[in-house]
């Protein structure tokens, strides 16, 4: 009787050993296989965080670059905007945006006010783009020169250009000439430096401030 009770309960002990083995093996497994694929979810969001910030970074450098861009040709824009509300023109008293057009853009001929065709294609393209996206804007037209020549000279010469440019938006592009206006910086608003050939080249231009 002893003999008889006594085996069964053996292999019980044994049946429960072994299938403690085969669990604490396969769970073991599972502990391996899940922290393989918790190393893999790491990496990913490793790479990931990475890839923002490297995101962000570049964003930021693009942000300086343009607030350093706006800092070099605003000065002009602002004092834009200020004659303009003096003078009542403006519905919303805000400056939308400016386009510098530069001597290599427009290839005014050397002294004179005419408009050459690559500047008539450049003010096609703003013309287009300003009646697609506003209405009712007023446009300060500036004109800039190098310092070649005298103080009087250069202002009457940046004068005729503006008022070139101010001509031509309105009789091609219909813009009404109560909503712009012209003036003369002369070589007294600088961008560059006017010892190099190419300093001078930038600061030769016609500025449209948009306002509204």
Known sequence: MHRTAVAPVLVTLITAVLALGASGC???EYVQQETGSVHTRVDSVEKQVEQNQSAIRK???????TDREVVQVSRTAQEALE???AAGKLAEGKLLYETVLTDSDVRFAFDKAELSDEAKAALDEF?????GRFTN???????HTDSVGSDQYNEELGLARAESVRRYLNREHQLPLHRM???SYGETAPIAD?????GRSQNRRVVLVVLQ
Do not use: P
Not at 127 to 131: G, P, Q, R, T
Not at 137 to 143: A, F, L
């Open 127 to 131: 013309a287009v783009d300003l009646k």
């Open 59 to 65: 964003h930021g450098e693009r942000m300086d670059k």
């Open 137 to 143: 804007v007023y446009i300060e037209i500036q004109g």
């Open 181 to 183: 206006s012209v003036i």
């Open 26 to 28: 396969a769970t073991k």
């Open 194 to 198: 006017n010892e190099s050939r190419e």
């Open 83 to 85: 004659r303009a509300e």
